[in-house]
T-cell receptor, first 115, second 112 residues
Framework: DAMVIQNPRYQVTQFGKPVTLSCSQT?????MYWYQQKSSQAPKLLFHYYDKDFNNEADTPDNFQSRRPNTSFCFLDIRSPGLGDAAMYLCATSSLQPGSYNEQFFGPGTRLTVL | KNQVEQSPQSLIILEGKNCTLQ??????????LRWYKQDTGRGPVSLTI?????NTKSNGRYTATLDADTKQSSLHITASQLSDSASYIC???????????FGTGTRLKVLA
C-alpha cells in the first residue's frame, strides 16, 4: 500500500548526541513536511520541502536541519539534542496536483527520548 | 492571525452515545478543512476533508459539517465505540501555500 514510513518508531539518544530521523513515501508527493509534536499539543511545523526547495519556519531552531536527497526520502537531523527536544516527530506529505484536495498524509511518527 | 480553535478540550462519554466536536477557524484564504483522528503515540489519520463548496461529508460513523460563512465545522460521532478514544484534530489548509493550521485537538475518552 502507498504510505508514509518513518524510521525508527522509537529513538533514544543522549543529550548532545546527534540523531537522524528518516521518512520515506511511496505516494510520489512533491511536498514533504516535518512536524514536532509535544504531549497534548498540536503538531508544530519545523520545515517543508516543495520538491527540492527547502522552506524553514522562522522559529525553527538552528539545531534542526533537514535533507531531501530525492522525492521519496526526507531526513531530520538534530545536531545537538537537548531535553526540550524530546517529542514525537511527524513526517507528512501532500500533493499539489490540480484538482486534488491537497490532502496531507502523515507517517506513524518517531518518538524521540533524550537522556 | 490564522487560528483554529477546538472545543471542548476534552470529553468523556459512554460507549454507544453520540457526541459532537467543534472547530472554529479564522484562516484566510481558506482552501479546505480536514478532521484527523490521532491515537496516542501515533500519527494523525484523516477522517474527512471538505472544500469551500462542501458542507457535509461522512466517513462511516463520522460526519463532518462545514459552514464557510460562519467559519465553523463540527465532527459528529455516532454510536461511539471504545476505539474512538483518541484526539481529534481540526486542520485548515490555506490557498496558495503548502501550510496547514492545526487546532489543539479534542481528547475524547469513551468509557464502557
Amino acid at each position: 500500500d502507498a504510505m508514509v514510513i518513518q524510521n525508527p518508531r522509537y529513538q533514544v539518544t543522549q543529550f548532545g548526541k546527534p540523531v537522524t530521523l528518516s521518512c520515506s513515501q511511496t505516494l510520489n508527493h512533491n511536498v514533504m513536511y516535518w512536524y514536532q509534536q509535544k504531549s497534548s499539543q498540536a503538531p508544530k511545523l519545523l520545515f517543508h520541502y516543495y520538491d527540492k526547495d527547502f522552506n524553514n519556519e522562522a522559529d525553527t531552531p538552528d539545531n534542526f536541519q533537514s535533507r531531501r536527497p530525492n522525492t521519496s526520502f526526507c531526513f531530520l537531523d538534530i545536531r545537538s539534542p537537548g531535553l526540550g527536544d524530546a517529542a514525537m516527530y511527524l513526517c507528512a506529505t501532500s500533493s499539489l496536483q490540480p484538482g486534488s484536495y491537497n490532502e496531507q498524509f502523515f507517517g506513524p511518527g518517531t518518538r524521540l527520548t533524550v537522556l | 492571525k490564522n487560528q483554529v480553535e477546538q472545543s471542548p478540550q476534552s470529553l468523556i462519554i459512554l460507549e454507544g452515545k453520540n457526541c459532537t466536536l467543534q472547530c472554529n477557524y479564522t484562516v484566510s484564504p481558506f482552501s479546505n478543512l480536514r478532521w484527523y483522528k490521532q491515537d496516542t503515540g501515533r500519527g494523525p489519520v484523516s477522517l474527512t476533508i471538505m472544500t469551500f463548496s462542501e458542507n457535509t461529508k461522512s466517513n462511516g460513523r463520522y460526519t463532518a459539517t462545514l459552514d464557510a460563512d460562519t467559519k465553523q465545522s463540527s465532527l459528529h460521532i455516532t454510536a461511539s465505540q471504545l476505539s474512538d478514544s483518541a484526539s481529534y484534530i481540526c486542520v485548515v489548509g490555506t490557498s496558495g501555500t503548502y501550510k496547514y493550521i492545526f487546532g489543539t485537538g479534542t481528547r475524547l475518552k469513551v468509557l464502557a
